[in-house]
């Protein structure tokens, strides 16, 4: 008996349990379906999205938007400028270097106005290795050697000079020529016996290179001969006369100018002192060439040379023939 009670409070109990449990489940259910309305509800645009499944059209901008509601919003990427960056070495194109004016050529003439007849000179003093060019109006001849310019007018006119060195800007300079015309030498009054240093009766010469000539290469001249008479070939110039005007300047190479100078000829410069030359071969070309230009110029004879040479002496004329006739043996 008593396990038949006790069966039965267990039914009940379940029973019991059983609606508790059908209860809570249907109470689940009804909320579930239907949630409470809120007992406030608020009036910002935040509770209104979250009751409707649409938002508003048009918010209102002065809502302020709950932070609950929509998350933070980044900042935006131009809230902070990104440093603007350097320029490449290459944005810029590099500057042109200023090109360097180059100095000029030294060119330094004693004079750039001379006057005469014949054998003009001036010094000129430039770079070492520069070029010199001249370049003369018609009717001036010119023989230029290093540190001398000598000038030989028929005309008055000019002579450009210019001095050209690399790295160097050339520099020029002019130089005004007034050509005097010579006063022709007086005659000598003829005289009985001619004289035989006089221009009247000059010999041809009838010795010859191979010939003992000693005694017309004397002293500074001593070694001189195969100078004399290769360039007197080179330039087409009577090599005895050469040597009869080379013995009377130098005194058959005794004189300092021959000696100490290796000055064959007497030549001056501009400032009037004797020229200098390095070597007795320079010395006698210089004589020599002299000698060509007056050919050039039509003066052949010992007299129409020492009008130019020597002007105005006579005595200058007699010992230049005396000694070339002596070459007539």
């Known amino acids: 008996m008593k396990n038949f009670a006790l069966t039965k409070i267990l039914a009940a109990l379940v029973a019991v349990l059983s609606g508790l449990l059908v209860i809570g489940i249907s109470y689940g259910l009804l909320h579930a379906q239907a949630p409470l309305p809120s007992a406030a509800p608020s009036a910002s645009p935040t509770a209104a999205a979250s009751a409707s499944p649409s938002p508003s059209p048009s918010p209102s901008p002065s809502a302020s938007p709950s932070p609950s509601a929509s998350p933070t919003p980044a900042p935006e990427a131009t809230a902070t400028p990104s440093p603007t960056p350097s320029p490449s070495a290459s944005a810029t194109p590099a500057a042109s270097p200023t090109p360097t004016a180059l100095p000029q050529a030294t060119l330094k003439l004693s004079s750039t106005e001379v006057s005469g007849s ?4 001036l010094n000129i003093t430039v770079d070492s290795g520069a070029t ?8 001036i001849t010119y023989w230029y050697e290093p540190g001398y310019l000598y000038i030989y007018p028929t ?9 050209s060195l690399s790295g160097f800007q050339p520099t020029s300079a002019v130089i005004r020529v007034t050509y005097i015309e010579p006063t022709p030498a007086a005659t000598p009054a003829p005289t009985a016996t001619p004289d035989p240093g006089s221009s009247s ?13 000693s005694f017309w290469f004397r002293n500074g001249m001593s070694d001189t001969k195969d100078y004399f008479f ?20 130098t005194g058959y190479g005794s004189s300092s100018y021959c000696n100490d100078l290796n000055n064959f000829g007497g030549l001056m410069d501009s400032s009037g002192s004797p020229k200098s030359y ?21 003066r052949t004879s010992i007299a129409d040379i020492g009008a130019w040479y020597c002007p105005g002496e006579q005595l200058w004329v007699d010992r230049v023939t005396t000694i070339y006739n002596s070459f007539h043996q």
């Not at 010199?132 to 009717?139: D, L, R």
């Not at 009766?201 to 000539?213: G, H």
């Not at 010395?283 to 050039?296: F, H, K, N, P």
């Open 118 to 121: 014949s054998n003009l000179s």
């Open 278 to 298: 390095d070597s007795k071969q320079q010395g006698v070309e210089a004589l020599i060439w002299l000698l060509s230009w007056y050919r050039d110029q039509g």
């Open 155 to 163: 005309a008055s006119g000019s002579v450009t000079v210019t001095a």
């Open 132 to 139: 010199v060019t001249v370049v003369p109006t018609a009717g």
């Open 230 to 249: 290769d360039y007197a070939a080179q330039y087409s110039v009577d090599p005895f006369l050469a040597i009869a005007i080379a013995d009377h300047e």
């Open 201 to 213: 009766s000059v010999l041809t010469p009838t010795l010859t290179r191979n010939s003992d000539l």
